[in-house]
């Protein structure tokens, strides 16, 4: 044993050991990238460390964000990876910031490869600590991404009540968009926003949260380091995240984060106390009753309260249901608009009139929700339906007429866009209704007054025209009213069979939709008759009982 | 002779096989060490961590069975045994069939760099620096720490780390000795429990 006694008993040895050691442990965290050079670390987070580096075919400046997962050779894993990573990929939006690469280090370290935005990052802008203590980073290891910025400090510039929601309103539109495009975010926060030397935003790290950790889980060192099934950064995550239910989570606990988010680039502030250990943070943000920002900073006003507000609100369902809806307050607000998170005072006022007349609303409110549901499951079903319509009907052109590709597809792609805004346009006109007219309007004459508007409509296209007849005859069946149902059900069957013929997939589909009505209305003739003109009518909603 | 020291109390924790902390304890310890000593040995960074990895899992399924006996050997080299099995296996996994080049090769390789022995000197030299310097990094505050980086470790002046530091000279090398002398204790400890 004498020879170990000695080795750390001569400090210049012993400096040079710790040199060495801190020399190792950066050389082990440069990740080797094929295609990529000049590597040069920005950022190191729990997930992963950021990167600037320069792509060797285009000499292009871009960041490459590798994740710390090491045990990466599950090929499972992988794949899920690689198909998070594409559906990322495809998002194209002027305030996401765009990937268009990924792949596995040398090391074995998953990465992918974005855009580099000159610029700062929002949580930089707002004054929150960025000087992270590499030194001590370098030898405490990893820390869990579990910041608890400091609540008290404001932002040393604050930025202007409309730079901030300007600033927002972009973030929140690039957000949707994503929604749309089936990806959620789950944690977005400030340094996951940069702001470029124009001042346009950008967000990054979309589906990162999904990835991360659920990869991370994978490796045996990391399960045990999570406790639960928490996604997300504490102070950022919305009650339901904070609860732990990864399955509770939808693009409304994305528009809590962005709730908090706009509260900080507000007021510089947390809306709740976000100090204190990470239960207690938790604990915060499933019960404390967020402050309001016009307290924190008077010159707000109270609509901004009620938008920030309804993003905070504890329930989703008080949330605002989307993040295109926030948008679109924010930009009602910024043009001096009305917005409707005040609306929720004549919403709280029909709740509250409903309540009085329990047994009378239920009936109604039943039928609205069908006419909402079957509206919207048809659009969608409809949308569906056209699309895979098309994609055949491209396919035959394809083999046909190679030339003439290009165009027809993108005629295609422009009909049923418009189409799509047709329905959109004309659904939320009826569906807005209810809350223009005043809560007192029985649901029967919302839906006259929306079968009056589509007989007014003349410049519907037949796929249009049909699919909103079925909509109103589900809606007229929703609330027992028959004959009118029986009405609009069968102009939607008349419209496809002189559109598309008997055996259209989308005649069928209507004429089975009638065979159902007439057995639920009690007429077993009719619905013996159209059972007939069904070509499989072995169907079970047609099946004889 | 030994009392039960955080090393050994480790490894019996390990040894209670659902003890997730210790698990993750031990991999923050050992880790690095295997996955340098796996490098010292040529193989490639993605299979230096499957080494790592494999290591690890071979020793949490001996360790309940694992009795900690000094007078039979010490840890150390039990685990560079298992390490270095890790690694040839490895080796093997890789070359398939062992081909003559491969073999010159290695032997080669094996006579012109350091011996293993020397390899796992240096890597367990590294892994107590590391240990030691994680707890320095924990117990001494912000202000010790750079200018012990600063002055001790980058080489710069006393004076110009002073003043970038608004600390006096005097401070900065206290900062020094201190830290040093912490060091060096912490690994005398750690070495002395490891047995």
Same mark, same amino acid.
């Given at each position: ?118 610029g ?16 001590a ?67 990054l ?15 045996t ?8 099934d ?118 709280? &006022?029909? @709740?509250?009139?409903? %309540? =009085?007349?329990?047994?009378?609303? /239920?009936?109604? *409110? !039943?039928?609205?929700?069908? +006419? #909402?549901?079957?509206?919207i ?5 409809w ?24 165009? &027809?597809? @993108?005629?295609?792609? %422009? =009909?049923?866009?418009?189409?799509? /805004?047709?329905? *959109? !346009?004309?659904?939320?006109? +009826? #569906? ?25 409509a ?31 059900? #069968? ?31 009690d ?23 | ?24 304890e ?13 490098r ?23 360790m ?7 007078a ?16 040839f ?16 090769d ?58 970038a ?18 060091l ?12």
């Amino acid at each position: 044993m004498s020879n170990e006694s000695q080795w750390y008993d001569d400090e210049r040895a012993l400096l040079e050991h710790v040199r060495h050691g801190r020399r190792a442990t950066r050389a082990r965290r440069q990740p080797r990238i094929e295609g990529y050079a000049d590597l040069q670390e920005l950022s190191r987070g729990g997930q992963g460390a950021v990167y600037r580096a320069t792509q060797r075919s285009t000499h292009r400046t871009v960041a490459i964000k590798v994740l710390h997962d090491g045990a990466w050779a599950n090929e499972h894993r992988r794949r899920r990876f690689e198909r998070e990573i594409e559906l990322i990929a495809s998002l194209r939006h002027p305030n996401i910031v765009r990937l268009y690469d990924s792949g596995v280090t040398e090391g074995g370290y998953p990465y992918y490869v974005m855009d580099y935005i000159e610029g700062t990052g929002l949580d930089e802008l707002l004054g929150a600590d960025a000087q992270g203590d590499a030194w001590a980073q370098t030898y405490r290891g990893q820390p869990l991404d579990v910041r608890t910025p400091s609540a008290q400090s404001p932002p040393s510039q604050p930025l202007s009540v409309r730079t901030s929601l300007e600033l927002l309103a972009k973030v929140c539109e690039a957000v949707s968009y994503a929604h749309q495009h089936g990806v959620i975010h789950r944690d977005l926060k400030p340094s996951n926003i940069r702001i470029d030397t124009e001042g346009e935003p950008y967000v990054l790290d979309f589906g990162l949260a999904k990835i991360a950790p659920d990869a991370l889980a994978q490796t045996t060192e990391s399960t045990i380091s999570r406790t639960g099934d928490f996604m997300g950064s504490p102070p950022w995550a919305s009650p339901e995240q904070a609860e732990g239910n990864p399955h509770g989570t939808d693009v409304r606990s994305d528009v809590y984060a962005l709730g908090v988010v706009l509260f900080q680039t507000l007021t510089g502030q947390f809306p709740y106390p976000v100090i204190g250990g990470f239960q207690e943070v938790l604990q915060n943000i499933q019960t404390a009753e967020p402050l309001r920002p016009s307290g924190v900073r008077p010159e707000l006003d109270r609509e901004v309260d009620s938008i920030v507000l309804k993003c905070l609100a504890k329930q989703a369902e008080d949330r605002y249901q989307s993040a295109a809806e926030l948008a679109r307050d924010l930009r009602s607000y910024l043009a001096g608009e009305p917005i409707a998170a005040r609306r929720d005072d004549s919403l709280y &006022a029909l @709740r509250k009139t409903m %309540q =009085r007349y329990r047994h009378l609303v /239920r009936a109604v *409110s !039943v039928a609205a929700a069908l +006419v #909402l549901l079957g509206a919207i499951l048809l659009t969608v079903l409809w949308t569906r339906a056209i699309r895979a319509v098309d994609q055949a009907d491209q396919e035959r052109h394809d083999a046909q007429l190679a030339a003439q590709d290009e165009a &027809a597809a @993108r005629e295609s792609a %422009q =009909r049923e866009a418009k189409q799509a /805004r047709r329905i *959109s !346009v004309f659904l939320t006109t +009826v #569906l807005t209704t209810p809350l223009e007219k005043g809560p007192d309007t029985p649901l029967a004459d919302l839906l006259n007054e929306a079968a009056a508007e589509l007989e007014r409509a003349n410049a519907l296209s037949p796929e249009v025209d049909a699919t909103l007849h079925t909509a109103l005859g589900n809606a007229y069946t929703g609330i027992a009213h028959h004959p009118e149902a029986e009405r609009h059900l #069968l102009a939607s069957y008349e419209t496809w069979q002189r559109h598309a013929g008997d055996d259209d997939p989308r005649t069928q589909e209507a004429v089975r939709r009638l065979v159902q009505f007439y057995l639920v209305w009690d007429h077993p003739l009719e619905a013996e008759y159209y059972r007939a003109r069904l070509i499989d009518a072995t169907t079970p909603e047609a099946a004889p009982r | 002779m030994y009392s039960r020291s955080t090393h050994i109390s480790l490894l019996e924790r390990l040894g209670d096989s659902q003890d997730a902390s210790a698990w993750r304890e031990f991999h923050d310890r050992y880790a690095a060490l295997i996955i340098g000593f796996a490098r010292r040995r040529n193989l490639q960074p993605a299979d230096c961590d499957d080494v790592a990895q494999n290591v690890l899992l071979t020793l949490s399924r001996k360790m309940p069975e694992f009795q900690y006996d000094p007078a039979k050997g010490k840890f150390r080299s039990y685990l560079k045994t298992i390490a270095l099995h890790a690694i040839f296996r490895k080796q093997h996994e890789r070359h398939g069939e062992v081909h003559l080049e491969y073999l010159q090769d290695a032997t080669r390789a094996a006579a012109e760099d350091e011996t293993i022995d020397e390899a796992w000197e240096a890597e367990w030299r590294q892994y107590h620096v590391r240990l030691g310097m994680r707890a320095v990094a924990a117990e001494f505050n912000d202000a010790d720490r750079r200018a012990f980086q600063q002055y001790a470790l980058d080489g710069r002046d006393a004076s110009e780390v002073a003043e970038a530091l608004s600390m006096s000279v005097d401070q900065v090398y206290q900062a020094k000795s201190r830290i040093m002398r912490r060091l060096k204790l912490l690994i005398e400890k750690q070495v002395e429990e490891e047995g």
